[in-house]
């Protein structure tokens, strides 16, 4: 019997991956594109992380680590959690994966059995949905609305929750909104989660890109809601080692000894030298993610202002990360050079074809009435991509 798995045939392609591997094509064909599709910072990683990781190779530092990370790596990621987020950990306590998504596969499988129910806002980053399905559990959409920031709401949680509810999945700053809680809203979040006893999935990944307001790790509430809490976190977005495939999670010790056993198996350690690169990036010069965040807050400004001139198009001011929503309601149901706008596809469609750019329709996020536009790319080219997208709704 030849067939192929149910489950994993139901997994849905990467709307995100397609678009941008759709507009890499055609630069590579010569046309002028303007990608906004970006997931990942426009920066080299700072060259005394790439020296670090020249350095363990030439000292042939080559060879398997802990499945679960190098202990130096684990202790550097517990002195950045006590340092920047006020968290006691210890390194029995992280587990050092490939990249935070699969530090999010990996407590997904680690807590979920079939029937449990995981709570994911919308919009929503693409993989969660994807990654509860993987762990044979059912997302639960919760609707967010743009007045009330893209948040969660003490309402709209508890209306979901019910005793299949195994987790809550909680994203700040936001993939693709931007959005950052306030200490407060975290408050409410964990009181609920304490009161049903259920998990709180925190992905931190974008905590060092924040323009307005500070990053709070929710596990940083209360002993309570730390037990309760897997702390999501990674290289990726802070270091512009997006390519490196190092991510981490902090949890209790009974997770993690759980997902010690998957990865052990799944995966064995990430990639060594990666490793000790990420010892380097944590606990030497910091001063990187300063320029980067300077870069970042000057890009969105000037394109969530020049958005709000466009007719027909508005957006929030989001607060981290480098997404903009875009609202396109008013798009919806126009033509524009012969092409009818029904979908947020259409528009992304329409804007790739007719003037080059490259944006992500909402629908991948499940917020049709949007489209994200990524700032991780120069402003000349944030400047030349606003421009052609106003030409193409005149
Ligand atoms: N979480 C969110 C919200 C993201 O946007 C991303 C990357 O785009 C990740 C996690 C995964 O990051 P990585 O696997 O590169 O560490």
Not at 40 to 49: A, G, K, Q, S
Not at 190 to 197: M, T, W, Y
Not at 278 to 289: F, G, R, Y
Request: net charge negative.
């Amino acid at each position: 019997n030849i067939s192929l798995s149910k489950k994993h045939m139901e997994i849905s392609p990467s709307i995100t991956l397609d678009i941008t591997a759709k507009a890499k094509k055609m630069k590579v064909d010569g046309i002028d594109v303007v990608s906004f599709g970006a997931g990942e910072p426009d920066f080299n990683t700072p060259v005394h992380i790439r020296e670090a990781a020249i350095d363990v190779m030439n000292k042939g530092l080559t060879g398997y680590t802990a499945a679960s990370g190098l202990p130096e790596l684990k202790q550097a990621i517990c002195d950045k959690l006590q340092n920047d987020n006020n968290l006691a950990y210890k390194p029995a306590n992280i587990v050092v994966s490939n990249g935070a998504k699969h530090s999010l596969h990996n407590v997904l499988q680690a807590i979920c059995n079939p029937g449990d129910e995981v709570i994911i806002s919308v919009p929503y980053w693409v993989s969660y949905t994807e990654l509860v399905k993987l762990a044979d559990a059912q997302p639960v959409l919760v609707e967010t609305s743009e007045e009330s920031g893209f948040k969660y709401t003490k309402e709209s949680l508890q209306r979901v929750i019910n005793q299949n509810t195994k987790a809550i999945i909680l994203n700040s700053p936001n993939n693709p909104t931007g959005t950052v809680y306030t200490e407060d809203e975290l408050k409410e979040i964990s009181e609920i989660a304490v009161k049903h006893n259920i998990f709180v999935i925190s992905d931190e990944i974008y905590e060092k890109l924040i323009y307005d307001g500070k990053h709070v790790s929710i596990a940083s509430l209360g002993d309570e809601i730390k037990k309760l809490t897997i702390v999501i976190n990674g290289m990726s977005k802070a270091y512009a080692m997006t390519g490196w495939r190092i991510g981490y999670l902090a949890a209790n010790e009974e997770i993690v000894h759980v997902i010690n056993n998957i990865q052990s198996h799944a995966t064995s350690n990430p990639n060594t030298i990666a490793q000790y690169a990420s010892i380097a990036a944590l606990k030497e010069d910091q001063e990187p993610i300063q320029k980067m965040v300077e870069a970042f807050v000057e890009r969105r400004n000037y394109m969530v202002e020049k958005i709000n001139t466009i007719e027909h198009l508005s957006c929030r001011m989001p607060e981290g990360a480098f997404y903009v929503m875009v609202n396109i309601s008013k798009i919806i149901g126009k033509t524009f050079n012969g092409f009818t706008i029904n979908h947020s596809m259409d528009f992304a469609n329409y804007l790739l074809e007719t003037v080059k750019v490259a944006v992500i329709p909402g629908i991948a996020f499940g917020a049709d009435h949007y489209i994200r536009l990524s700032y991780a790319t120069s402003l000349e080219n944030i400047k030349e991509g606003l421009k052609r997208i106003e030409e193409a709704i005149q």
